[in-house]
């Protein structure tokens, strides 16, 4: 168990609608990833937030977003959803060794959209 | 471009063989290469990594190499068991992004008894 929880495990939705996957981080960490891993683009960072603010994007739709409040637990908003947005979510928080920040994953949403 | 190619893309061998994923990457500035272990279902878990400025990491069964002239690292695990069956990642950090982990394509190990 890596430490990090997201719920729902499993969404199914249909085309058109919004959906939020929640993110807990690792008790401490404050850096918080998502990730999407579909069989076709593999594991492509979408965004991170640090400490409640916007740190990093990646290839991020527009109909996407999040954010991260103050007790650093973190959402992901996917929007105006398509058959192509159906994939595994990924959330990750950090740590940092002494030298390399390293990512702790959850264990994912599986998002279907009929 | 931030780019991680991983080879194979899947790879089969027998119990106690040894099973050998090769990656290279883009940027001669990346400086970080972990490796994950991705079970069904599961999310990926950091396995083993290592910094450019050393060439070979070893725990127990698992080791990882690197070549930065080449720009190229591999992920070796000998006495491959059942249980290390799964999708592997490799992966690297492109600097110019603020540290992002861009991962390799994966590979599907089988260990077949």
């Known amino acids: 168990d890596s430490g990090v929880t997201q719920t729902p495990k499993h969404l199914i939705t249909a085309t058109g609608q919004r959906v939020t996957l929640r993110c807990s981080p690792r008790?401490?960490?404050?850096?918080v990833y998502w990730y999407q891993q579909s069989l076709d683009q593999g594991l492509q960072f979408l965004i991170q937030y640090y400490n409640g603010e916007e740190r990093a994007k990646g290839n991020i739709l527009e109909r996407f977003s999040a954010q991260q409040f103050p007790d650093l637990h973190s959402e992901l908003n996917l929007s105006s959803l398509e058959l192509g947005d159906s994939a595994l979510y990924f959330c990750?928080?950090?740590?940092?060794?002494?030298?390399?920040?390293?990512?702790?994953f959850g264990s994912g949403t599986q998002l279907s959209v009929l | 471009g931030e780019n991680v190619e991983q080879h194979p893309s899947t790879l089969s061998v027998q119990e106690g063989d040894s099973a050998v994923i090769k990656c290279t990457y883009s940027?001669?500035?990346?400086?970080?290469f972990p490796w994950y272990k991705q079970e069904l279902g599961k999310g990926p878990q950091l396995i083993i990594d290592?910094?450019?400025?050393?060439g070979e990491k070893k725990d127990q069964r698992i080791a990882v190499t690197l070549n930065k002239t080449a720009k190229h690292f591999s992920l070796h695990i000998t006495e491959t068991q059942p249980e290390d069956s799964a999708v592997y990642f490799c992966?690297?950090?492109?600097?110019?992004?603020?540290?992002?982990?861009?991962f390799g394509t994966g590979t599907q190990l089988k260990v077949e008894l």
């Open positions: 990750a928080s950090s740590a940092w060794d002494s030298e390399n920040e390293k990512l702790f």
């Open positions: 008790s401490g960490d404050l850096s």
């Open positions: 992966a690297a950090i492109f600097t110019g992004g603020g540290n992002k982990l861009t």
């Open positions: 940027d001669s500035a990346s400086n970080y």
């Open positions: 290592i910094r450019s400025n050393v």
